[in-house]
């Protein structure tokens, strides 16, 4: 197998970040802030925290079958259609996600741009994943120089709204630091 047709480990990194970036934050966090309010804040971590021991039984299986894969975890270690029902789950997951951030992204589209208005939003969506079929089939090193495109786009406003958390956090905590020294010395 040629190397051009392997995905390395910062180009799979970029794709699972772009895919946390893409609906873990842009699109659930403004559901999350209407329904949970402030408490929202504290889902993450404790999903998070849910999460650990997920993390922990997948490391522990790649020791035990370094060829990896929800299906060879399962099909050695319960049954083959256990194998085949956790790959094909995965994978309807995965696809069921990234689509979803398609069609939000172009509903986003939308809004922002009178013109795209016009077209049907299932177009709009098809003509996408159609554009991102087309540059699966280019090869690796052009689908991670996309991955770090998409990444630098959606880390723009994340680290924006970071930043300027800090600016306005930073003076409130010195503001109150210097009013407990001057009132309570």
Known sequence: MSHDHKLSLPAAILVNINIMLGTGIFINTVELAKRARFLGSFIYPLVGLLVLPLIIIVAQLMKLHPSGGFYTFAAQEIHPFAGFLSAWSYFTG?????????HVAMLLCQ?????????????????????????????MRTGSRIQMGFLIVKLIPVL?????????????LLLMFLYRGLVFP
């Not at 013109?115 to 087309?134: K, M, Q, R, W």
């Not at 924006?160 to 409130?172: D, E, K, N, Q, R």
């Open 94 to 102: 995965k696809l069921a996600s990234a689509m979803l951030m398609i």
């Open 111 to 139: 809004s922002i741009l009178p013109t795209l208005s016009h077209i049907n939003i299932f177009a709009l969506d098809a003509s996408v994943l159609c554009l991102f079929i087309f540059f699966n089939t280019l090869n």
């Open 160 to 172: 924006f709204v970071l930043l300027l958390g800090l600016y306005f956090l930073i003076p409130a």
